[in-house]
């Protein structure tokens, strides 16, 4: 016969609070490494100040300079229209890439690889020469039919014009693939469940679907936003008065060249971090319930391990010897 097991009265309950004994473990590669990294910081930001090369004097005056403030409403413009473009063409380039319609899947896909396939610069330069190619834009009846309404190519391709339509048509093609990411992202059986409570394919993808999908869509979407700000410096080879182009005009009177850089850098810096700040609060919002924190590490990681190991020392042996 088998006796009860005896419980030994020696052991303790784990307490609360570490051991008074636990030394942390020491990572001198650690603060070396940080502090070669502020040294350097630190000799950079003396040589910038010190240098007189960076006519700080001409930067300052340029700051604010009217031409400069026309290019940087240019700029922040242009980003404006062609990301919202972008993004709504976008999403219906995702809904057709996730047709089952072939022809629709197939012409998204093939949209897709050429406008990610080709870099933006060349696209802007077509653009900007189609009228080389078609001198005249028209509408009319397919296949040789009379022309219903048309017009010279020129005249209708302005520099606005061919700066947006080569923006807009390049980002949407990211965009689509953004968007179609964040949907794959949600569970198919919630759109069912969804269903299955009585709801219609409008509140299923409105009230379930893109909630979600808003959480993987809209940290990517932030930083198209932020290249789409630092690519539209490109549209200055067209001869488009943007914040960079502005800028050329000026240092290629005065040959300040370093200083107007700086000045246009500051502003695009700027822009940047007003950009960073607020996709940090969208985030925020529609992460809500998820933690999306950092896993703890270093002291705190080996105290919780240290607890799990006292508490299983602790326990009563179950399975004693027989008597």
Known sequence: MKSAPVLDSTRVAPSATPPSDL?????????????LVLLVAASLGYSAITNHNFEWPVVRDYLFHPKIMAGLRTTLVLTAVS????????????????????VLSTLSGAYLWFF???????????????????PRLSLSVPFGGP??????????????????????????????????GGLLSVPKHQGEAAVALGMNRWQTFSRVVLPQALRVIVPPTGN????????SSLVSIIALSDLLYSAQLIYSQNFRTIPLLVVISIWY????????YAQSHIERHYGRGVHVGPQPTGG??????????????SQPNDNPNPA
């Open 23 to 35: 030394v942390p473990m020491r990572h001198p590669g650690r603060r070396l490494s940080a502090l």
């Open 300 to 313: 705190i990681a080996r105290l919780r391990a240290l607890g799990s190991r006292l508490a299983q020392r």
């Open 116 to 134: 990610r396939g080709t870099p933006l610069l060349v696209q802007l330069i077509f653009w900007f020469n189609l009228s080389a190619l078609y």
């Open 224 to 231: 198209q936003v932020i290249g789409m700000l630092k690519h």
């Open 147 to 180: 022309e219903i309404v048309g017009a010279s190519t020129n005249s209708v391709l302005s520099l606005w014009a061919v700066a947006i339509i080569g923006l807009t048509l390049n980002e949407s093609a990211y965009m689509a693939e953004i968007v179609r």
């Open 269 to 276: 810096l700027v822009c940047t971090t007003v950009l960073s």
């Open 83 to 102: 990301m919202s473009l972008g993004i709504v063409l976008g999403v219906v380039l995702a809904a057709c890439r996730m047709s089952e319609n072939r």
